[in-house]
């Protein structure tokens, strides 16, 4: 069993910048890739970012590349997800998950997903 706990949601202004921290428990993390998922009220969950488990390959979603930065160190168990120049339409609750593979990471087919924590961006 993995656990997965979100952290560093918030409210920001427009062209701000969070921070959001999965920490992962219960396997060996480092095997794993991650990845952060997003969904606004009365939207579909959407990909964001991903990473695999070495941190060699990442993907991003088209409406965040540029502004996002996905990243992990194995050592704390821990995938950041660096948000920069923040937008309004950013808003939506956070979720991470991993899986063994990226491609599935990617396709939302996560075997485990945390509960998520909400970003708020205002005009």
């Known amino acids: 069993q993995v656990q997965l706990v979100e952290s560093g949601g918030g409210l920001v202004q427009a062209g701000g910048s969070l921070r959001l921290s999965c920490a992962a428990s219960?396997?060996?993390?480092?095997?794993?890739?991650m990845g952060w998922f997003r969904q606004a009220p009365g939207k579909e969950r959407e990909f964001v970012a991903a990473?695999?488990?070495?941190?060699?390959?990442?993907s991003y979603a088209d409406s965040v590349k540029g502004r996002f930065t996905i990243s992990r160190d194995n050592a704390k168990n821990t995938v950041y997800l660096q948000m920069n120049s923040l937008k309004p339409e950013d808003t939506a609750v956070y979720y991470c998950?991993?899986?063994?593979?990226?491609?599935?990471?990617?396709?939302?087919?996560?075997?485990?997903w945390g509960q998520g924590t909400q970003v708020t961006v205002s005009s």
């Open positions: 219960g396997r060996t993390f480092s095997s794993y890739a």
């Open positions: 990473i695999s488990w070495s941190g060699g390959s990442t």
């Open positions: 998950a991993t899986a063994r593979a990226l491609n599935r990471v990617v396709a939302g087919s996560g075997d485990y």
